[in-house]
């Protein structure tokens, strides 16, 4: 068998699943990631999408307050003690939340006499 014998072909499989990725992960793009999700939904086979995080969500999902503690590492023991019962907001309303990088327009006017830091 080559390449091209499984290109395009998915597994079948019952076998629970975790699959977890970053909102903002540039080597596995939330895009795509959702599209393999869509093959993967039989009981058990999970899709957890973590907001604000980027590629490597074990140790890049950090949550307010616990800094060292990771969403994705508390979801994948949740699913290591019952695979079929992952909560999927278990931990995302708890993520540090991102930073706001577009500023104030009182900021963009008194740096650079613009209504924005970024035009």
Same mark, same amino acid.
């Given at each position: 068998m080559c390449w091209g014998d499984w290109?395009?072909? $998915? =597994?079948s499989t019952q076998t629970p699943l975790l699959l977890l990725n970053g909102e903002l992960?540039? &080597? &596995? *793009? =939330?895009? =795509?990631?959702? !599209?393999?999700?869509?093959?993967? &939904?039989? *009981?058990g086979q999970h899709y957890i999408e973590i907001p604000g995080a980027a590629h490597g969500t074990l140790v890049g999902s950090p949550l307010a307050g616990a800094p060292d503690d990771h969403c994705a590492m508390q979801l994948l023991g949740d699913f290591i003690d019952d695979p079929q019962g992952v909560p999927p907001d278990r931990?995302?309303?708890?993520?540090? !939340?991102?930073?706001?990088?577009?500023? &104030?327009?009182?900021? =963009?006017? $008194?740096?650079f006499a613009r209504d924005s830091l970024w035009d």
């Open positions: 290109h395009g072909k $998915w =597994a992960d540039g &080597t &596995t *793009p =939330a895009a =795509a990631a959702r !599209k393999v999700a869509d093959r993967f &939904t039989a *009981p931990c995302r309303a708890d993520l540090l !939340k991102s930073i706001d990088f577009g500023g &104030t327009q009182e900021l =963009a006017q $008194w740096a």
